[in-house]
C-alpha cells in the first residue's frame, strides 16, 4: 500500500521529530489504512470481526546501516465477537505492528509504502 504526504521540511528533521510526523500523519490517515492492517481474526474466532477504533500508538526508526528511511508503525484495535443466540459476546485488544519505507526522492512529496504482505490472508497452500 503506498500513501504520499507532503513536507518540506521532514528530511532536515531529527530522527524523533521525524517519527512524531510521521504518527501525525499515520492518525490522519487511520479511515484510509485500519480495514487493511486488521490481520485475519480467525485465530481467535471464526465470528471475530474488527469494526472500528484503531490507534495509532507509535513510530519507531528502523536503524539498519545508513537506511534511515525504514520505519515500524506500531497500532492496537479492538476486535469483538458477538453472537446472540448463544448469549455469547467477547472483546479484546490486538497489538500489532507494520514496517514501511519513505521515498523523499521527489521533496516536498514523501511517499510512504507499507509491507502489507504479513497481513494477506493466509491459506493451506501458503504452508507448502
Known sequence: MQLTFHSDEFSNLPLDDQCQQLKNFFESQI???DRQLVRDLSFISQ???YKEGMKIIRVES?????????FYLYFEYEWHIFQGCMAMEDSGIMKDKVKFSID???IPLHSIMLDLTPFQ???TADEL
Open 47 to 49: 465470528l471475530a470481526h
Open 31 to 33: 479511515d484510509r489504512i
Open 121 to 123: 490472508t493466509l491459506s
Open 62 to 70: 528502523i536503524l539498519a546501516g545508513k537506511n534511515l528511511d525504514r
Open 104 to 106: 523523499s526522492s521527489s
